[in-house]
Protein backbone atom coordinates (compact mmCIF):
# COMPACT_ATOMS: atom_id res chain seq x y z
CA UNK A 1 0.00 0.00 0.00
CA UNK A 2 0.96 3.73 -0.96
CA UNK A 3 4.23 1.99 -2.42
CA UNK A 4 5.87 1.93 -5.85
CA UNK A 5 8.16 -0.69 -7.11
CA UNK A 6 10.25 -0.16 -10.09
CA UNK A 7 11.64 -3.12 -12.13
CA UNK A 8 14.54 -2.38 -14.69
CA UNK A 9 14.80 -4.98 -17.99
CA UNK A 10 17.70 -7.30 -17.68
CA UNK A 11 19.24 -10.03 -19.49
CA UNK A 12 18.42 -13.45 -18.44
CA UNK A 13 22.02 -14.34 -18.76
CA UNK A 14 22.88 -11.59 -16.66
CA UNK A 15 21.38 -12.86 -13.64
CA UNK A 16 22.81 -13.80 -10.79
CA UNK A 17 22.16 -15.32 -7.42
CA UNK A 18 20.76 -12.92 -4.55
CA UNK A 19 19.61 -10.70 -6.96
CA UNK A 20 15.91 -9.43 -6.28
CA UNK A 21 13.78 -9.65 -9.53
CA UNK A 22 9.64 -9.70 -10.76
CA UNK A 23 8.39 -12.12 -12.47
CA UNK A 24 4.75 -13.62 -13.83
CA UNK A 25 3.56 -16.83 -12.61
CA UNK A 26 1.45 -19.25 -14.62
CA UNK A 27 -1.48 -17.50 -12.35
CA UNK A 28 -0.63 -14.12 -13.66
CA UNK A 29 0.69 -13.02 -10.87
CA UNK A 30 3.26 -10.59 -10.28
CA UNK A 31 6.09 -11.85 -7.94
CA UNK A 32 9.02 -9.74 -6.54
CA UNK A 33 11.80 -12.40 -5.02
CA UNK A 34 14.90 -12.98 -4.55
CA UNK A 35 17.35 -15.55 -6.98
CA UNK A 36 18.50 -18.89 -4.60
CA UNK A 37 20.13 -20.75 -7.18
CA UNK A 38 19.73 -21.88 -10.84
CA UNK A 39 17.88 -24.73 -11.56
CA UNK A 40 19.67 -25.78 -14.76
CA UNK A 41 20.72 -23.48 -17.77
CA UNK A 42 17.23 -21.69 -18.68
CA UNK A 43 15.69 -21.77 -15.05
CA UNK A 44 16.19 -19.94 -11.58
CA UNK A 45 14.98 -20.95 -8.31
CA UNK A 46 13.18 -18.22 -6.18
CA UNK A 47 11.89 -17.49 -2.60
CA UNK A 48 10.35 -15.00 -1.00
CA UNK A 49 12.70 -12.76 1.61
CA UNK A 50 10.33 -13.72 4.67
CA UNK A 51 9.31 -17.07 3.52
CA UNK A 52 10.62 -20.48 4.60
CA UNK A 53 9.87 -22.83 1.05
CA UNK A 54 11.25 -21.61 -2.44
CA UNK A 55 8.81 -20.83 -4.57
CA UNK A 56 6.94 -23.89 -6.88
CA UNK A 57 7.41 -21.94 -10.32
CA UNK A 58 10.83 -21.20 -11.73
CA UNK A 59 12.45 -17.68 -13.41
CA UNK A 60 12.58 -18.45 -16.21
CA UNK A 61 13.62 -15.87 -19.54
CA UNK A 62 9.89 -16.27 -20.58
CA UNK A 63 8.51 -15.12 -17.50
CA UNK A 64 10.95 -12.49 -16.28
CA UNK A 65 9.89 -9.02 -15.61
CA UNK A 66 12.93 -7.29 -14.80
CA UNK A 67 15.29 -7.01 -11.71
CA UNK A 68 14.48 -4.49 -8.96
CA UNK A 69 15.41 -1.19 -8.75
CA UNK A 70 14.26 0.64 -6.22
CA UNK A 71 11.38 0.88 -3.77
CA UNK A 72 9.59 4.40 -2.79
CA UNK A 73 7.57 4.61 -0.24
CA UNK A 74 4.60 7.09 0.51
CA UNK A 75 3.53 7.53 4.24
CA UNK A 76 1.95 11.14 3.63
CA UNK A 77 -0.58 9.92 1.65
CA UNK A 78 -1.83 7.39 3.89
CA UNK A 79 -5.74 7.90 5.07
CA UNK A 80 -5.99 8.45 8.69
Not at 5 to 26: C, D, H, Q, S
Not at 57 to 75: A, H, R
Amino acid sequence: KNTIIIVRPIEFEELEAGMTVGYLTKNGDRVLHQLVRRAGRDAWIAKGINNTHEDREYVTEKNLLGVLYTVLYNEASEVR
